[in-house]
């Protein structure tokens, strides 16, 4: 057995997740974890709440935005958190097959994880609470204690940016582990997550159907809008253009590699 005294840097490398694997990072990678690494220090503050919380309740002396506050904290640090498990991969899984797979398969495993089953998932609600924070803006929701938080379209609106923030961890992952197996070029990216970018497409589509109609036909209801027979085109209108993108991307890969060859 070695005597020889782990540096602090190895020591780093063992028991920090956002260190495991540093070599392959890409810097989204980095950004992620650099915002987890922040977000971390809310659990102190969160203990901090709790534990003044508790001694202020039993002197009589209850305070209900701590109680908010508590909410607000552990909501924020926990959306935080999912991001930086999606990168550093330290979620909690039932791992009795996984960690017996081959490298290669263990790959794909993970592809089909993240782009088919959880990137769909990601992107379904960063679409509903871009709509759920907008409509807490407008009533400028608040606590339903008089003595509570009253910003709480504030914590809704950071919903969704917290959201786009998993996609972004979820997208760069798919990334890395496609890179084990092949060249990760933009056809092959929309295939190993193409539910989730055929229904982005055709949402972008929606909207973009239904701002149009909203500035063509001013005189109809916006709540109509969405019943529009235009509105109908979105869904082809997204496939079109995730096979156009996926199209187009082969045709240039497989033009450059004839011209490298």
């Known amino acids: ?5 782990p540096s602090l840097e190895e020591v780093t490398a063992i028991s920090d997740p956002g260190e495991r694997g540093r070599e392959a990072h890409l810097t989204t990678d980095r950004f992620v974890i650099f915002i987890g690494n922040i977000f971390s220090w809310l659990f102190p503050l969160l203990m901090f709440a709790i534990i003044s919380q508790v001694i202020l309740r039993k002197m009589g002396n209850n305070q209900a935005w701590l109680d908010d506050a508590q909410w607000w904290i552990y909501g924020i640090a926990m959306m935080a958190g999912f991001a930086y498990a999606i990168t550093t991969n330290c979620h909690v899984r039932v791992d009795i097959f996984h960690a017996h797979y081959s490298r290669e398969k263990q790959a794909r495993t993970e592809i089909f994880g993240l782009g088919w089953l959880l990137f769909p998932f990601l992107i379904l609600m960063f679409d509903v609470l871009m709509h759920y924070s907008y409509a807490s803006l407008m009533a400028l929701e608040g606590s339903n204690s008089p003595n509570g938080l009253h910003g709480l379209f504030l914590l809704k609106l950071a919903l969704p940016v917290m959201f786009a923030l998993a996609i972004l961890a979820t997208l760069t992952a798919l990334r890395r582990y496609l890179s ?4 990760p070029n933009l056809h092959m990216m929309l295939i190993a997550a ?7 497409a055709t949402r972008a589509a929606h909207y973009a159907l239904w701002w149009y109609t909203r500035f063509t036909s001013p005189d109809i209801h916006p709540r109509k809008i969405s019943k529009e027979p235009i509105m109908d085109n979105a869904l082809w209108m997204g496939f079109a253009v995730i096979g156009i993108l996926i199209l187009v991307s082969f045709l240039l890969t497989r033009r450059r590699a004839n011209q490298g060859a």
């Open 1 to 5: 057995m070695s005597d020889t005294v």
């Open 180 to 183: 084990q197996l092949t060249k």
């Open 194 to 200: 193409l539910p989730g970018f055929i229904f982005l």
